[in-house]
């Protein structure tokens, strides 16, 4: 069953329909929403996306809106604030991984002004090219989390199925796949 399917038969749930409807493949273009998703996709592996979904807002509050300078400039006392959080996963290599990879993010941006053209860098890659260069540049992106992002952001198409009728809306914001 695809995530489609799952959100047509499933209109009541408050979680995945409004992600799958609102944001699931749009393009995303700031750096604070790229991060963001890297940051969620990441702390979903060995997770169901919905204790995800249901902590975001946690997230967003934890990792101070997921601005890449302030999340860069963490030191041991946000480390120990992040992983004493109950509103976020817990988790020390997740933690880790963000604050690392903002700082990456940080470098990137220095170099190609933002996440985005870092990505449209780089564009069009295969999944598992995208992998190899995600693993190479950040911490704990697997081929999975590196799919999602990707897909879930428009710079890989498989987000939505074409009879999904945000497929089109996505098709209308020209995503990145598409380019």
């Known amino acids: 069953m695809s995530y489609c399917d799952y959100c047509r038969d499933h209109p009541e749930d408050v979680w995945h329909v409004p992600y799958h409807d609102q944001l699931y493949g749009f393009p995303i273009e700031t750096d604070a929403g790229l991060f963001e998703r890297l940051v969620l996709e ?4 060995g997770l169901s996306w ?11 509050r934890a990792y101070s809106g997921f601005d ?16 004493a959080d109950t509103g976020i996963i817990r988790n020390r290599l997740k933690v880790e ?12 941006r220095s170099s190609h002004g933002s996440f985005s053209a870092w990505l449209a860098a780089h564009h069009p890659l295969t999944k598992d090219q995208w992998t190899k260069l995600f693993q190479k540049t950040f911490k704990f992106t697997g081929g999975e989390i590196v799919n999602e992002f990707l897909m879930s952001t ?11 009728p945000v497929y089109t809306q996505v ?9």
Not at 70 to 80: F, I, K, N
Not at 154 to 164: K, Q, V
Request: with cysteine.
């Open 50 to 60: 919905l204790t995800i979904l249901k902590k975001a807002e946690s997230f967003r």
């Open 154 to 164: 428009g710079w890989l198409p498989g987000a939505h199925d074409e009879t999904c």
């Open 97 to 108: 991984a963000a604050i690392e990879n903002a700082r990456r993010l940080v470098a990137i």
């Open 68 to 83: 890449l300078d302030v999340v860069a400039a963490y030191g041991e006392a946000d480390r120990q604030r992040l992983l």
């Open 171 to 179: 098709l209308s914001l020209q995503p990145p796949w598409r380019r």
């Open 42 to 45: 990441i702390n979903q592996a």
